[in-house]
């Protein structure tokens, strides 16, 4: 027992040694993601601060317009919780396509294959820190209040990458293997996003119940990117940080990253056989 | 330790047949439904072999054999089911097209993003660009994304980044059949390097004139086994003999395969083609001159040997044959070594692979010769860049007529049709004077050899010595000697040169047209017949090719149809 656990602790050892030895190449390959992501179109760069811009608009129309929500500083509301949105989502729609669609790569060299998922992670969260240094920026310039707070605001962006990292690691080997996959991340993607409380407040569902469930419970409990997407507005603008909630949510982002990591390592021998 | 060690290596694959990996099947599955079509195939089995540090394993087999299976479990892109798999060093292969390379990217992006997947640094494949961009001959291309490049760009690409990064152990499979042959023809002078540096290599074909060139030890894999294993002349033969069998005995006109025969006194111990610069080649382009060099040894005192050559297609096609007997007659030989050379061209092939058969037998005994080797020099023939299709090469020239009333010029007019050879070596040297070749009364025979008939044109030669001399009798009634000469339509620039009368410069002459000129020169009148011996002394005789096919300088002769004293 105690022997094969030694074991265990050295292939991990190794494994970590490898995608160190390869950091260079996983450099290389966020680069490379990230000329790839905006090569043809003529703004560019510009488009990772656009979109979410863009996006809010459209949200500040039907929300603020339409339904009169009082949110307060509903833009800078949206714009919090909206940019992790963005960045997870689009590192697990990423993901799953990240083996599958490098197929060329898989078959000819030889790479640890974790650095296809967590290359695209990483551009993603590369355009993310920006977005979100313009967009504390931005806030700085409105003279909105700060708190001090806000210093916890890479740990959890940090716990932010984990998350996304381990969930685009699983969705990438399951995807190689049953390819329906992706046709259920799709839906799921759009089911996730209503029940994180992106342009709502947790408020609105409080003691809402649906077919005798406590639906606020459900939503903000079972859901890690409810934690995470309220924890970023609560450093900003609340100067409070719910530790509890977000010790769950560690568990869990550790969790998936430990989970992908090991589908990875078990059954990326058999990507160059099926893709 | 060797660089390569295989032992009781093992890789299945499942099929999955049409249904593909689906939820359903997943379902079926679940429910203990075997109806999954999966079926295994082995695509090797049990395969246990070494490769020394240095040395280099050609692998060949038909399609879908194991061969490749063999380089991806090498270059760890695929995992052995059974068995153990130990290298030493670092592993590039050029498996397949653009190995790595993203089409979005440029030329530039995937030259350092393939050097880390190769695990050399950012830093380390800036000192190694410049050398991978000379290589690959893309300068102008490198900043543009490579889903733009041909097929024989990327491979221009992959096979620099896999030259310039050095691994221990170099895996080749197949590429060198695509691109230009031109860059083929460098890749094999490069792989001789990286053979001669004692690098391991693992090359992969299914064409045996390739792996011969190239491999000391060659695999035969055969539905995932090792059919045969051993020095790469008995591999390669085993193998030719077994897949040239009846079912491509119709294609194939002679055995491709090195064959040997033969064992009398006089041998040949060592056989080698050299380029224009005297080193060893095993690539000309069309229009090039090769060296065949042979080197014999004699037991004893033989005066009727003859020496010779044939050239025959990779498909067996028997091109030419060649012997000392047409020229040189029956030589003789001394106990001891010796060399012959034959200078063979400038060669008018068509790119492809051609093999060199060398046999020695004495005058009569042809069919019994005393040492033959059959196919015992492969030669390949290079595309140079832009021309080239077929067979063979014909000296040609294209002439457009500039359209001048706006009616078509007939396709007569428009494209001229070369009126004479281009070279040497493809009309056989008259030693008689020509036919049909007004020379007036003469009492010598020409002096000198190096007419040439020149085909579809009046009656005439082309002279491509330096010097030309004929001996012509002048009688008391005549005074004018006559040149009709022109240039040979090929010559872009006029003919220069000198005539001479019994050796003395009597004028110099300078002929530009294409069209027959008469130089006209007075004599000084003479009491009695006197023979008179004539000569023409060319300025120079080669010329560098302007336009045309031919890469290096052409001769470049005078056509003359006509000397006579009037």
């Known amino acids: 027992m105690e022997k094969s656990e030694a074991r265990g602790l050295s292939a991990i050892a190794g494994a970590v040694s490898e995608v160190a030895s390869f950091s260079e190449l996983l450099r290389t390959m966020v680069i490379r993601d990230l000329k790839l992501r905006y090569r043809n179109s003529v703004l560019g760069f510009l488009w990772s601060l656009l979109s979410p811009l863009l996006m809010t608009l459209v949200f500040i129309l039907v929300f603020k317009v339409l339904t009169q929500t009082d949110i307060p500083n509903y ?58 240094i313009l967009l504390v920026a931005v806030l700085v310039a409105f003279r909105i209040e700060l708190h001090a707070t806000i210093v916890f605001l890479p740990l959890i962006m940090l716990l932010n990458l984990v998350f996304a990292a381990g969930l685009a690691m699983v969705v990438a080997t399951v995807n190689v293997f049953f390819r329906d996959l ?82 990875m390592r078990r059954y990326s021998y058999r990507f160059a056989e099926i893709v | 330790m060797p660089a390569v060690r295989f032992t009781g290596v093992s890789k299945r694959f499942e099929l999955t047949h049409s249904r593909g990996r689906s939820m359903f099947s997943l379902l079926l599955a679940a429910f203990g439904n075997a109806g999954m079509d999966v079926e295994q195939f082995w695509a090797l089995q049990d395969v246990s072999f070494t490769v020394e540090q240095g040395e280099t394993l050609g692998i060949i087999g038909r399609n879908g054999s194991g061969k490749s299976t063999i380089l991806k479990l090498l270059s760890r892109t ?136 190239f491999c000391d030890q060659v695999m035969w894999i055969e539905e995932g086994r090792i059919r045969s294993y051993g020095p790469a002349r008995d591999v390669i033969q085993e193998y030719l003999q077994s897949t040239q069998g009846p079912m491509t005995a119709e294609v194939h006109m002679a055995p491709t395969d090195p064959a040997e025969e033969g064992d009398g006194p006089v041998k040949i111990v060592q056989s080698v083609l050299l380029d224009e610069n005297g080193v060893e080649t095993h690539s000309a382009l069309p229009g090039e001159t090769v060296t065949l060099r042979v080197r014999y040894e004699a037991e004893r005192y033989l005066d009727d040997v003859i020496f010779g050559a044939a050239l025959r297609r990779s498909d067996g096609l028997h091109v030419y044959e060649t012997s000392t007997a047409e020229s040189q007659g029956p030589v003789s030989v001394q106990p001891g070594y010796g060399t012959v050379e034959c200078r063979l061209g400038p060669l008018p092939l068509g790119p492809g692979a051609y093999h060199i058969s060398l046999a020695i037998w004495r005058e009569g005994e042809r069919m019994s010769p005393l040492h033959l080797l059959r196919n015992d020099l492969a030669l390949f023939m290079g595309k140079p860049r832009g021309g080239h299709r077929g067979t063979t090469v014909i000296p040609h020239q294209w002439r457009v007529a500039a359209a001048d009333s706006g009616v078509l010029p007939s396709v007569d007019k428009a494209v001229k049709p070369q009126p004479d050879m281009t070279s040497s070596s493809m009309s056989v040297p008259w030693s008689m004077p020509p036919e049909g070749l007004n020379m007036g009364r003469r009492e010598e025979e020409y002096l000198g050899d190096g007419w040439h008939p020149v085909e579809n044109w009046p009656p005439a030669v082309r002279w491509i010595g330096r010097e030309a001399r004929v001996v012509l009798t002048q009688d008391v009634a005549r005074g004018t000697l006559v040149i009709s000469a022109c240039r040979p339509m090929h010559a872009d620039r006029p003919v220069k040169g000198r005539v001479t009368v019994n050796g003395e410069e009597i004028t110099t002459f300078r002929v530009s047209g294409i069209d027959f000129e008469d130089i006209v020169l007075p004599l000084d009148p003479v009491n009695e017949p006197t023979r008179l011996e004539i000569g023409l002394v060319m300025e120079e005789t080669f010329v560098p090719a302007v336009v045309g096919i031919d890469p290096d300088t052409r001769e470049l002769g005078l056509a003359i149809r006509e000397i006579r004293i009037e």
């Not at chain 1, 409380?197 to 005798?212: D, H, K, Q």
């Not at chain 2, 197949?174 to 004692?198: I, P, S, T």
């Open chain 1, 75 to 132: 833009p800078v509301f949206l714009m919090a919780g909206l940019l992790p949105w963005i960045f997870t989502q689009g590192s697990v729609a990423g993901g799953l396509h990240s083996v599958t669609g490098n197929a060329n790569l898989i078959n000819k060299v030889y790479f640890p294959r974790e650095l296809l998922p967590l290359s695209v992670v990483l551009a993603g969260f590369v355009q993310f820190v920006i977005a979100y």
């Open chain 1, 182 to 263: 992706q046709h259920l991340v799709e839906i799921g993607l759009l089911a996730w996003f209503f029940l994180t409380p992106i342009f709502y407040t947790l408020a609105i569902v409080r003691n809402t119940s649906f077919l005798g469930l406590d639906v606020h419970r459900w939503v903000f409990s079972l859901n890690p990117m409810a934690t995470l997407v309220t924890d970023y507005r609560y450093v900003l603008t609340e100067g409070y940080l719910p530790i509890r909630h977000t010790a769950v949510t560690l568990v869990v982002a550790l969790f998936l990253f430990g989970l992908g990591w090991y589908l």
């Open chain 2, 78 to 213: 695929l995992r052995p089911d059974e068995g153990r798999i130990e290298v030493d060093g670092s592993v590039f292969g050029l498996l397949e097209l653009g190995a790595g390379f993203h089409p979005d990217l440029t030329g530039r992006e995937n030259i350092f993003l393939n050097g880390s997947f190769l695990g050399v640094g950012h830093k380390e494949m800036g000192l190694l660009y410049p050398e991978i961009v000379a290589f690959s001959e893309l300068e102008r291309f490198i900043d543009t994304p490579i889903k733009h490049y041909s097929s024989g760009m990327y491979m221009r690409l992959g096979f620099s980044i896999a030259l310039a990064v050095k691994p221990d152990i170099l895996l080749i499979d197949e590429v060198l059949a695509v691109g230009d042959a031109a860059f083929a023809r460098k890749c094999y002078d490069a792989l001789a390097e990286v053979k001669r540096a004692k690098r391991t290599m693992l090359f992969v074909s299914h064409d045996p004139i390739q792996v011969r060139r």
